[in-house]
């Protein structure tokens, strides 16, 4: 394997040595937990190469910056502006890639794929990188979660509900839930830099929801949980929203803004009682969470984990928990949330853009309308449209009582 040298520089300090091409792609991948610090990129790191003998990751990296090439190249990184340059034959960098994790379970090489924040930038050269080092500057982070979640949105709520329902106490207005909530998700907010609360939840869904998805893959393959992020990160205290938390912040809204039109009468002192609510509410489990409270299934996504659960959750009886628990072979069994519940309307869909809304809307009517032709036609009459292959474990004709079973 083939070496090159690695800088690496944080706001406080810059550091280097030569590295085996494999160590600094796990380090791109590692930008995928979004550290801050060396100190967090080591432990991100650690999700996919274990330090030996525990040493810690970079410790016996040198103070400073060295960008004279080293065997197969150079590759640098700047956590503060989020920056990548690497020129090395053996080594690609970009947003997308796939690193080596060890698998004593596999016969083959096992590659875990990553996808790095839109955040950062791949530059060609060395000129650029010191030129974006001196140019871009990020914004100082925010927590919008003290916004979405405190007494911004409450005092939003209640102002909200009193203006709608001042003249009708006790209103039955199917559409005043949805309307006020879609009104709090739409409005540009100053203390969001002019973001609205939707925006803010959609800016960072896909890439987390990629995330996600990877470190199941991880966990598949090598039967073991990859290491979370630790809760004192940075990349958690100041995380994106995934779908896991969109979604439960769509029925806490949902419960806030009904248990606020059923207790109109209430004195000034509602924000409070409010307040109060929404703690009993987010940290009280739910059989929809199999046992689990909405604020650990958001912590779980924050810290980058997903949500395992045994097969006797799954199943109920007990012989076949067994069978599907002997089946997967300690590859963990999953669940996650996808808003199937959320109501249709573009405010509380996923899509960043009405195009993209009205697009997929478009497609949906479209598929709707070939399958009723379809319907119609006989072609769904039949389970099955063709012959089964050979070894099929469906070999034998549908019996008469298959028919009346759906063909999915």
């Known amino acids: 394997m083939s070496n090159l040298r690695l800088n690496i520089t944080d706001a406080h300090q810059t550091i280097h040595h030569e590295v085996p091409t494999g160590f600094a792609e796990a380090v791109i991948a590692a930008l995928t937990a979004e550290p801050e610090t060396i100190r967090e990129l080591a432990t991100a790191l650690a999700r996919f190469i274990k330090p030996q003998d525990d040493t810690p990751h970079f410790a016996e990296f040198r103070n400073g910056k060295n960008f004279d090439p080293f065997d197969s190249g150079l590759a640098l ?12 034959p053996d080594l690609e960098s970009d947003h997308n890639g796939a690193v080596h994790v060890e698998c004593e379970f596999a016969e083959d090489e096992v590659y875990i794929p ?20 001196k140019v871009r500057i990020r914004p100082t982070l925010l927590d919008t979660r003290e916004i979405l979640y405190g007494r911004p949105l409450l005092e939003f709520l209640l102002e909200c509900i ?31 830099r002019g973001m609205t609360p939707r925006e803010v939840l959609l800016e960072k869904r896909l890439f987390i929801t990629l995330e996600l998805q990877n470190r199941w893959l991880q966990w598949s393959f090598t039967k073991e949980c990859p290491a979370p992020l630790p809760a004192s990160s ?9 779908t896991h938390e969109i979604v439960v912040y769509y029925e806490l809204i949902r419960y806030l803004l009904k248990e606020c039109i059923q207790n109109l009468a209430e004195p000034e002192s509602q924000c409070d009682r409010l307040d109060q609510l929404k703690s009993a509410w987010i940290n ?27 097969t006797k959750q799954f199943l109920s009886d007990e012989d076949d928990a067994k069978e599907l ?13 996808d808003g199937s519940n959320m109501d249709d309307e573009f405010e509380f869909s996923f899509h960043k853009t009405r195009e993209e809304y009205d ?11 070939q399958f009723e032709l379809d319907y119609k036609a006989g072609k769904y009459d039949k389970p099955f449209d063709r012959e089964p292959l050979d070894d099929s474990p469906f070999d034998e004709s549908p019996t008469e009582s298959d028919d009346d079973d759906p063909p999915f």
């Open 77 to 88: 990184i700047d956590l503060a502006a989020r920056i990548v340059f690497v020129n090395s």
């Open 114 to 133: 990553y996808r790095i924040s839109d955040d950062w930038l791949f530059v060609s050269s060395i000129a650029e990188f010191e030129k974006a080092q």
């Open 162 to 192: 009193a203006r709608e329902c001042s003249d009708n106490t006790g209103s039955t207005d199917e559409h005043l839930v949805p309307r006020i909530h879609a009104k709090w998700l739409m409005t540009p907010r100053e203390d969001l």
């Open 234 to 242: 940075t990349a958690y205290r100041f995380s994106g929203f995934g």
């Open 284 to 310: 009280t489990s739910s059989e929809e969470y199999y046992g689990r409270t909405p604020s650990q299934i958001i912590q779980l996504e924050r810290r980058r984990l997903t949500m395992s659960m045994s």
């Open 325 to 337: 628990e002997l089946l997967h072979l300690g590859t963990p069994m999953i669940f996650g949330l």
């Open 359 to 369: 697009e997929e809307e478009r497609r949906r009517i479209e598929f709707d309308q």
